[in-house]
T-cell receptor, first 109, second 116 residues
Framework: DAKTTQPPSMDCAEGRAANLPCNHSTISGNEYVYWYRQIHSQGPQYIIHGLKNNETNEMASLIITEDRKSSTLILPHATLRDTAVYYCIGGAGSYQLTFGKGTKLSVIP | EAGVAQSPRYKIIEKRQSVAFWCNPISGHATLYWYQQILGQGPKLLIQFQNNGVVDDSQLPKDRFSAERLKGVDSTLKIQPAKLEDSAVYLC??????????????FGPGTRLTVL
């Protein structure tokens, strides 16, 4: 699996867009980029994934650079409930997820 | 749709005792995972089942940890004997199947184990 690098923590004002970066320079051509988040005292929750194209769902948008060496998860209008640890994971399509330490996002009122 | 169920939610034991955790995955999910999450770290995969067979247990400390998934549904994870460093949250997750084009895993709430 690709090694990913994320900032340990970020702050975001409530109502503003939260942009969480991830570097995955060693990602191979068939590896997806997955994003999960973990709210305090809960199990991780799937957010979104992508391979080459940008993706959007009801939770977030995923922007992947053309060279696939980095990506950005965008929460368009952050709320207090979005305070969590966000994990960026590079992995082959259907198997294991290797979690790093993630980015602790704090949404501030 | 019911989520992944785990029990107990909390467990406190003394070192050298044994403990077991139970997981009931989402109905129809063929793949089941057990993770260990130490405070301040991301989850680490311990074992992965596909139906009732083990796909990967390379990170399972087999001298003390064991897991089974009889009949390809429920699963139990056992630690015997426990050590202080086993204090962690044990997460169970399930997914529809390996071999699909993506791998959305659904996680249970976890069991928080404290070893004294």
């Amino acid at each position: 699996d690709a090694k990913t690098t994320q900032p340990p923590s970020m702050d975001c004002a409530e109502g503003r867009a939260a942009n969480l970066p991830c570097n995955h320079s060693t990602i191979s051509g068939n590896e997806y980029v997955y994003w999960y988040r973990q709210i305090h005292s809960q199990g991780p929750q799937y957010i979104i994934h992508g391979l080459k194209n940008n993706e959007t769902n009801e939770m977030a948008s995923l922007i992947i650079t053309e060279d696939r060496k980095s990506s950005t998860l965008i929460l368009p209008h952050a709320t207090l409930r979005d305070t969590a640890v966000y994990y960026c994971i590079g992995g082959a399509g259907s198997y294991q997820l290797t979690f790093g330490k993630g980015t602790k996002l704090s949404v501030i009122p | 749709e019911a989520g992944v169920a785990q029990s107990p939610r909390y467990k406190i034991i003394e070192k050298r005792q044994s403990v077991a955790f139970w997981c009931n995955p989402i109905s129809g999910h063929a793949t089941l995972y057990w993770y260990q999450q130490i405070l301040g770290q991301g989850p680490k995969l311990l074992i992965q089942f596909q139906n009732n067979g083990v796909v990967d247990d390379s990170q399972l400390p087999k001298d003390r940890f064991s897991a089974e998934r009889l009949k390809g549904v429920d699963s139990t994870l056992k630690i015997q004997p426990a050590k202080l460093e086993d204090s962690a949250v044990y997460l169970c997750a399930s997914s529809y199947a390996a071999g699909t084009s993506y791998n959305e895993q659904f996680f249970g709430p976890g069991t928080r184990l404290t070893v004294l």
